[in-house]
Each structure stands twice: as C-alpha cells, then as structure tokens.
C-alpha cells in the first residue's frame, strides 16, 4: 500500500533510500552550488519505504524590491523501481495544495534543469523569464539553473527582477 507521509527530516536510511541510488542524482553536481535544506518533506511510502520524495520550505523572496512569501520545492525524486507510476506528480499536486492551505503562500518556487521543464509545466508551473539571483558562499550570483514558479496567491506573478536572499534549494 502506498500511503503519503510528512516529515520534518529524514532518516539517514530515508536519504540513502532515496538519494544514494546514482551519483549526480539531480544533475547538478557540476554546478558545485550550495544549497539549503528543506524545513519539511512529503514522501510517497510503499510497504514501509520511502520511494519518493519532495522537500519544501517558506522563505520571503523580493520581485522588484517587493517582499513575497513562497514556498520551495525541491528534492524531487522518484526511486528507479518506482518510477513512471505518476508518484511525484501526485506528491507535486500535494504540495501544491499544502503551500495555498496550510502555509497561504503567495506561490511555489523551484529550480530545474531545461529538460524538467515540461514535466513540471505539465502541473501548471511557469518558467520565470526575469532575473533570479540566488546566494551562494561567495556572495550573490545569478541563478544557472531555470526558475519555474507556480501562483497561488496572485491573480499573477509580479512582473521584474528576484532575490532569493538564500541559497538556492
């Protein structure tokens, strides 16, 4: 039976479960980013392990010098044996409703790589055209990975450039 879980962190086994199946999980490494931890996680369990998994937090971002509450998402990951079965899309479209009922944000953010993008656009979010700069040890940089948000809060998504004013997520 696969039911949805919350937690406020993960058990080493939960990370290792989820994470330690491929090096470069994410695709990122090459980056060589920084990154924040989630405050909360959703995972899908099946028969008592985790199989997937999305990690969220609150953080107030600024558009154009506008202070704005969103929810990251990030961590989004389906185990090989499971994948394909639509359980991240489910976990997505379960955060989705938590970040506009639980945490009243005004919208999801989230970082992905270009070939991402269709399956999150899939889910209503939309790629954010302007500016983001993120923070990283060295000080702020812009983003090189695409931003796509998801409204929540607004009719629509302020119009300008973003501070994470954080590591990215």
């Not at 491929?22 to 392990?49: C, I, M, T, Y």
């Not at 009922?101 to 991402?116: D, H, I, S, T, Y």
């Not at 939309?126 to 983001?132: D, I, K, T």
Request: proline content about 6%; charged content about 20%.
């Amino acid at each position: 039976m696969k039911v949805i879980r919350q937690v406020e962190s993960l058990t080493a086994q939960e990370k290792q479960q989820l994470f330690g199946w491929a090096e470069n999980v994410f695709g990122v490494e090459p980056l060589q980013l920084s990154w924040r931890p989630k405050d909360l996680h959703f995972l899908f369990d099946s028969d008592g392990k985790a199989i997937s998994h999305v990690g969220i937090l609150k953080h107030e971002i600024t558009v154009n010098g506008e202070a704005i509450t969103v929810g990251g998402v990030g961590g989004v990951v389906t185990v090989p044996a499971a994948q394909k079965q639509g359980l991240a899309r489910q976990l997505m479209q379960h955060t989705a409703i938590f970040l506009a009922r639980e945490w009243q944000v005004a919208a999801g953010l989230l970082f992905c790589l270009p070939e991402m993008v269709a399956y999150y656009e899939a889910l209503r979010w939309q790629r954010v055209e302007n500016p983001v700069l993120i923070e990283q040890p060295t000080g702020a940089i812009p983003a090189p990975l695409l931003v796509m948000m998801l409204p929540l809060g607004r009719e629509e998504w302020l119009d300008g450039s973003i501070e994470l004013r954080s590591l990215p997520w």
